[in-house]
């Protein structure tokens, strides 16, 4: 899989560094890892509302200027982390499509207020039931 479908190729930058962790002498001489960068604020291609969400997403990999910072170096080869970040990319926008559900709000039952009442009564009886005694 190269780009997802909705994402054209120019609106992303990818730049390759050396990777972290084992791999022997490899590791210190091929820039395996990939860094894929996409503007969420700045694409023309996402729909408003898909970028709204997307950048309201708590998400660690969003900058404060609205750009998705990818890092993939789970593979050992170049070309393996550039479609592992790619899926990765697919999957984060793919989530900005989906409409949260919207919150229905309910009130508790009488029988969970009559319930929630009575256990606080019964535990007040049991600490005021302590506060006379001599715990010598």
């Not at 970028?51 to 997403?57: F, G, I, N, S």
């Not at 080869?77 to 919207?102: C, H, I, M, S």
């Not at 309910?106 to 207020?113: D, V």
């Amino acid at each position: 899989m190269s780009t997802p479908a909705a994402i054209p190729e120019d609106e992303l930058v990818e730049r390759f560094v050396r990777a972290s962790g084992p791999g022997g002498q490899n590791v210190n001489k091929v820039a395996t890892a990939v860094e894929l960068r996409f503007d969420i604020a700045a694409s023309p291609t996402l729909p408003e509302h898909v970028r709204a969400r997307l950048l309201a997403k708590r998400d660690r990999r969003v900058t404060d200027a609205g750009v998705l910072v990818i890092s993939a170096q789970r593979f050992r080869t170049q070309e393996r982390n550039r479609e592992d970040a790619r899926e990765r990319l697919a999957t984060f926008v793919a989530a900005g499509y989906v409409v949260p559900k919207a919150r229905v709000a309910t009130k508790p039952t009488r029988g969970s207020k009559e319930r929630r009442l009575g256990e606080k009564r019964g535990r007040s009886t049991i600490k005021r039931g302590r506060a006379g005694r001599d715990w010598d």
